[in-house]
């Protein structure tokens, strides 16, 4: 009886042993396309920074007395 399990249990798991699951691609082709994927993400997040834009609908020109001195005094604490 024991003979017969442990026989049993090693044809399954002999039998197991060998699966293989075919990639559709070329692994190399995987590695291209997920870079290309995160460039791409990669450039448009970077897009949305907006750093060193300057409009000119918001000139420190067309604030109001209050926040062009508010800007100011922001300005000098920046400086040091």
């Known amino acids: 009886m024991t003979?017969?399990?442990l026989s049993a249990a090693?044809?399954?798991a002999e039998e197991g042993h060998h699966v293989v699951n075919e990639l559709p691609v070329q692994p190399i082709w995987f590695a291209i396309a997920f870079m290309a994927?995160?460039?791409i993400l990669a450039f448009?997040?970077?897009s949305f920074g907006g750093r060193g834009?300057?409009?000119?609908?918001?000139?420190?020109s067309?604030?109001?007395?209050?926040?062009q001195a508010a800007?100011?005094?922001?300005s000098k604490t920046r400086q040091g």
Do not use: G
């Open 3 to 5: 003979h017969t399990v």
């Open 44 to 46: 448009v997040a970077s």
């Open 10 to 12: 090693t044809v399954i």
């Open 53 to 60: 834009v300057s409009r000119s609908d918001a000139a420190p």
């Open 37 to 39: 994927t995160f460039i």
């Open 62 to 67: 067309d604030l109001s007395s209050e926040e």
């Open 71 to 74: 800007l100011s005094e922001y």
